[in-house]
């Protein structure tokens, strides 16, 4: 090649290509001083250990990777993985009506357990045992409680104006006889999305009037106006959940979250005439058992009717950590102690969640007899009137 066509190449070749071949040709020449560092890797090559060092049988070290000071999930909070027809149906309805529910979003372990319906049962059976919360307002909260898998932003987007007539569309076609409703918080909304859950629950009643319809709301920022809406818009029971004891609230619930204002917005729900309130206590964030009996009496000053115990798992490694795990015999334990203290019904183990199926049962059990017995005194006390009437004339 000419001296011409080589200046010609180097003129044409871009500047990267001319480093890197440059380093190139460096490395392979041989240098007349070796440095003392590439002199002393070389020894340490010929010194170290061997093909047969690593192939002679000796116990290898054990080498344990991950997080080795947090506790280890134990057996019991393991859970199979969902499917089914059964869950697979209430799926896809989901997806094809654009809704959410907590059951996906916040990672609970029930999913398939709740969704999938009851084992070995009819198709009849399984559809009506088969429970799925649905969660309004989108998925993105506005707070950022610690313990919550659920995405947060400070504008989310707006309302689905179709979500109420959407869901109770999906309701009424899975012909379940106990749903529960929740939301995202949305502080963003002039009413927290309270004239939202209110429409929904509505139109669920107009198109499946005998379902009975649970809402698990947040606390309206303490807006007990909003918190009437909700309680009067014909719901059965009305849920929300404390989470955790008054001590540990500022460090596992988002700070606009307070216990004092949890405690009014059930008290509020009471008053409004809801039959039923409902709350839910995380174990395992670091909680002690005086400050978990301090909340319970709380909760039976404002008569409350339902409470549900659950263990807190870490849904990543974003969120707080678990402090413990409890044992099973640790939850039995907190159920007889709730049930002496009078509350209706309690649910207490280390997968029970919030909207717990089995819960659900026993509260529309509790509801139908309610109903009844009220029907029973108003027939009663019609006859009373009419006898005395009777007398009297």
């Not at 799926?91 to 999938?116: Q, S």
């Not at 689905?160 to 569309?169: L, V």
């Not at 918190?227 to 606009?256: M, Q, W």
Request: with cysteine; glycine share 8%.
């Amino acid at each position: 090649m000419s001296a011409n066509s080589l200046l010609t190449n180097s003129l044409l070749r871009p500047r990267s290509s001319c480093r890197l071949l440059s380093q190139v040709r460096h490395l392979a020449t041989p240098s007349a001083s070796t440095p003392k560092s590439k002199s002393g890797f070389r020894e340490a090559l010929v010194s170290g250990p061997s093909l047969d060092d690593f192939i002679s049988g000796e116990p290898i070290e054990h080498v344990v990777l991950g997080n080795t000071q947090g506790p280890r999930l134990p057996s019991f909070l393991k859970t199979k993985i969902p499917s089914g027809a059964s869950f697979n149906k209430i799926k896809k309805d989901l997806r094809g009506l654009g809704l959410h529910t907590v059951c996906e979003e916040a990672r609970c372990p029930n999913i398939g357990d709740c969704w999938g319906g009851k084992e070995g049962a009819t198709a009849e059976e399984g559809k009506r045992a088969a429970t799925a919360t649905i969660m309004l307002m989108g998925d993105t909260c506005t707070r950022g409680c610690r313990f919550c898998s659920v995405k947060t932003s400070r504008t989310p987007p707006p309302l689905d104006p179709h979500e109420p007539e959407n869901t109770a569309e999906a309701i009424s076609r899975w012909g379940l006889g106990y749903i529960v409703l929740t939301s995202v918080d949305r502080d963003d909304l002039v009413d927290g999305g309270a004239h939202h859950f209110a429409e929904t629950i509505m139109k669920i009643k107009q198109k499946a009037p005998q379902i009975l319809v649970e809402a698990l709301t947040g606390d309206f920022a303490g807006n007990l106006e909003h918190v009437s809406l909700v309680a009067k818009s014909g719901l059965d029971v009305y849920a929300h959940n404390i989470e955790t004891v008054e001590e540990l609230t500022p460090f596992v619930r988002d700070r606009r979250a307070t216990f004092r204002q949890s405690l009014k917005v059930l008290e509020h729900a009471k008053k409004e005439g809801v039959r039923v309130t409902k709350t839910s206590i995380m174990l395992g964030v670091g909680e002690t058992e005086e400050q978990v009996m301090d909340a319970l009496r709380e909760l039976r000053k404002i008569n409350v009717d339902v409470v549900t115990f659950g263990q807190y798992m870490r849904p990543t490694k974003r969120h707080m950590k678990v402090d413990r795990y409890v044992e099973p015999s640790e939850f039995d334990r907190w159920k007889q102690i709730a049930d002496d203290m009078g509350f209706a019904y309690v649910a207490s183990g280390p997968l029970v969640r919030s909207s717990y199926k089995a819960g659900e049962y026993f509260i529309e059990n509790m509801l139908k007899g309610k109903a009844t017995e009220n029907r029973v005194k108003n027939i009663v006390t019609q006859e009373a009137s009419s006898t005395s009437h009777t007398q009297t004339t």
